[in-house]
Nanobody
Framework: QVQLVESGGGVVQAGGSLRLSCAAS????????MGWYRQAPGKQRELVAG???????NYADSVKGRFTISRDNAKNTVYLQMNSLKPEDTAVYYC???????????WGQGTQVTVSS
């Protein structure tokens, strides 16, 4: 059973920073792309940032220049550094692990991020 466990969410004032972590169990981490998604109340889940096994990253336009995704294969962990947070970043953030050729998709349980104005 693959598990993704997120941590690092919380309440922060606008302009502040948070770092989310996602620890993956098993041997899947090194061969899967990793990503962070978020879902705000009443909205669809959206991709925030992703990183491939080769370390290539992509970001939603709304977070470019403010968020940084990184992965540590030795620790089976992916991070999301969030700076200059805005109230519109408030959402539940989910860690995602995928391997499309093998048909694997895994989700974490989510961690709440609340940015107050």
């Amino acid at each position: 059973q693959v598990q993704l466990v997120e941590s690092g969410g919380g309440v922060v004032q606008a302009g502040g920073s948070l770092r989310l972590s996602c620890a993956a169990s098993g041997r899947i981490f090194k061969i899967n792309a990793m990503g962070w998604y978020r879902q705000a109340p009443g909205k669809q889940r959206e991709l925030v940032a992703g990183v491939t096994t080769d370390g290539i990253t992509n970001y939603a336009d709304s977070v470019k220049g403010r968020f940084t995704i990184s992965r540590d294969n030795a620790k089976n962990t992916v991070y999301l550094q969030m700076n200059s947070l805005k109230p519109e970043d408030t959402a539940v953030y989910y860690c995602n692990s995928v391997n499309p050729p093998l048909g694997w998709t895994y989700w974490g349980q989510g961690t709440q991020v609340t940015v107050s104005s």
